[in-house]
């Protein structure tokens, strides 16, 4: 299987792996000039490639075949989820990204406890790219910064956030999903609280908006493991 890197602008013949990716590429894959490689630029064109010429920083490479890659026939996820601690965020983004959630908005309720340290995008970016070349994905997950429930429920409302809402939230028994569904949809929202829940306001707030309750049986799942669960599960539905 061919090594995989992510490269911004592959609309040329000769093209430049520069940067972190340049440096993996060098000193722990030890490429070398003539040796083959698959590229991909985040949107959906995946090309394979041969190096031409190496620099200490840089790689230069000459493509060879193109393709674009779609998730259109797919339903497409968003996960608004408050953050986890530390590196329970970047396993958290990078199994997201690996299953193939489209976008993660990053989400402040009441109980939310994170710093802006924390939960910087572009610092999470490159847990993404590296999801993205170990998964064979060519598109990056989308990620956007902190952003209050009422702002969220306030853009689902507007149809500036479209899609099928649902809440993650403890429930006496599992619902049986989409059971009730009239027809396929091509978007889906998932909000997933911070730990200790909700609050009742906020849960009231997003069924208000329309939210359906999912849950997991006789279990309270982490932030993490919640997201990652329920959006497998909106994924396959």
């Not at 490269?7 to 972190?20: F, G, N, S």
């Not at 609050?199 to 493991?225: C, F, K, V, Y």
């Not at 919640?226 to 909106?234: G, T």
Request: proline share 6%.
């Amino acid at each position: 299987m061919l090594p995989r890197a992510y490269c911004e602008l592959l609309l040329t013949d000769d093209v430049v792996v520069d940067d972190t990716e340049a440096h993996h590429l060098l000193h722990v894959l030890r490429l070398k000039p003539g040796d083959p490689l698959q590229l991909f630029d985040g949107c959906g064109l995946e090309a394979d490639a041969v190096v031409t010429r190496i620099s200490r920083r840089e790689v230069f490479c000459t493509v060879t075949t193109r393709r674009h890659t779609s998730q259109i026939d797919r339903v497409r996820i968003t996960v608004i989820a408050a953050p986890p601690k530390a590196d329970r965020l970047k396993w958290m983004v990078e199994k997201l990204t690996e299953i193939g959630v489209a976008r993660l908005i990053l989400l402040k309720t009441d109980r939310t406890e994170v710093t802006s340290r924390e939960s910087r995008t572009e610092k999470l970016r490159s847990s993404v790219i590296a999801a993205c070349k170990q998964c064979r994905r060519n598109e990056l997950m989308e990620l956007s910064p902190l952003r209050t429930l009422p702002c969220v429920l306030s853009d689902v409302g507007a149809a500036r956030l479209p899609g099928e809402l649902w809440i993650a939230h403890p429930a006496p028994s599992m619902p049986t999903l989409f059971s009730d569904a009239v027809m396929p949809v091509s978007s889906r929202l998932l909000l997933i609280g911070p730990e200790g829940g909700f609050t009742d306001a906020e849960l009231q707030a997003a069924l208000n908006a329309g939210a359906r309750m999912i849950s997991w049986p006789h279990a309270i799942l982490r932030i993490e493991t919640a997201a990652v669960v329920f959006a497998a599960q909106l994924l396959s539905s």
